[in-house]
């Protein structure tokens, strides 16, 4: 706890500081925080691993016996992102909800009195670390889909390419999937921001990634699921792994990701107003 209490030293000698120089005091103070936090190593770690250890596992098991195989080798390859994104979502709530189960985002306020500049170090902070991790996730899985595919029948004579990013599909598809895993660690962070509760926070993040899908594919016949799909955060921003008929889903895979970049830029405009209105 004392290395997360010095880290916010550099910022208080700057307190009275403005504009970028704020910012970029704010910035360095949370990236200690970060990086002196042994749960960030910890939950990125996991995130990456388990990313990459669940595409595997539905690449090594995915077959093609046919030329009419109706298989999105890119998607499918990218299946370990829906687990791996719990990891991001957790690391982003702990980053505020942590500070407000130990009090010490009373010190962040003393040290950042402008709360916009204490939450914009906190997304960018979070943003960084995120894209590092999921690259390194997102690159590990289309390798295990280049590496097990071809074995499994995806080849040339069934009319599949081995995976590479420099298809223009595959290569949207993996920076895509980058951006959603930070576009959902910033929504958890503004909910985070928002609720100030980490298990309450983490529970509506878990909500939207796994339970409304669930709810909506088994309660809702296929007219309304379609409509659902098209608005929801984490089903919407899905899309952008898609690389085959793009024409039957819900939502297109930019679009898809608009939506859930709308959702967390609501989420932390209400965590930011909710900041301002209430006491630490």
Excluded at 121 to 127: E, G, H, N, R, T
């Amino acid at each position: 706890m004392s290395q997360v209490t010095d880290a916010v030293h550099p910022v208080t000698r700057m307190a009275a500081s403005n504009g970028s120089s704020e910012m970029l005091a704010a910035l360095r103070a949370e990236w200690i925080k970060l990086r002196t936090v042994a749960s960030t190593g910890w939950l990125l770690l996991a995130g990456a691993v388990v990313t990459i250890t669940v595409s595997s596992a539905v690449v090594a098991v995915e077959k093609c016996s046919s030329a009419s195989c109706a298989v999105d080798t890119t998607k499918v390859s990218l299946s370990g992102v829906q687990v791996g994104q719990a990891a991001v979502a957790i690391l982003a709530v702990i980053v505020i909800g942590g500070e407000y189960g130990t009090g010490m985002i009373r010190t962040t306020l003393v040290a950042v009195p402008r709360r916009w500049v204490m939450l914009g170090a906190k997304a960018a902070a979070v943003s960084l670390v995120t894209a590092a991790a999921g690259i390194i996730a997102v690159l590990g899985s289309l390798l295990a889909g280049r590496i097990f595919l071809p074995g499994n029948g995806f080849t040339a004579a069934h009319g599949f390419q081995p995976l590479s990013v420099t298809d223009g599909p595959t290569l949207r598809a993996a920076i895509g999937s980058v951006l959603y895993l930070v576009l959902v660690a910033l929504f958890s962070l503004g909910v985070a921001a928002a609720v100030r509760e980490t298990a309450v926070a983490v529970a509506i993040a878990g909500g939207l990634m796994y339970v409304l899908p669930a709810v909506v594919s088994l309660v809702l016949d296929s007219a309304w699921q379609h409509r659902v799909l098209r608005v929801a955060p984490m089903s919407a921003g899905q899309a952008i792994q898609s690389t085959t008929n793009l024409g039957k889903l819900p939502i297109g895979p930019w679009p898809g990701i608009g939506v859930l970049a709308a959702w967390t830029a609501a989420a932390l405009l209400i965590g930011w107003l909710l900041l301002r209105l209430r006491d630490a």
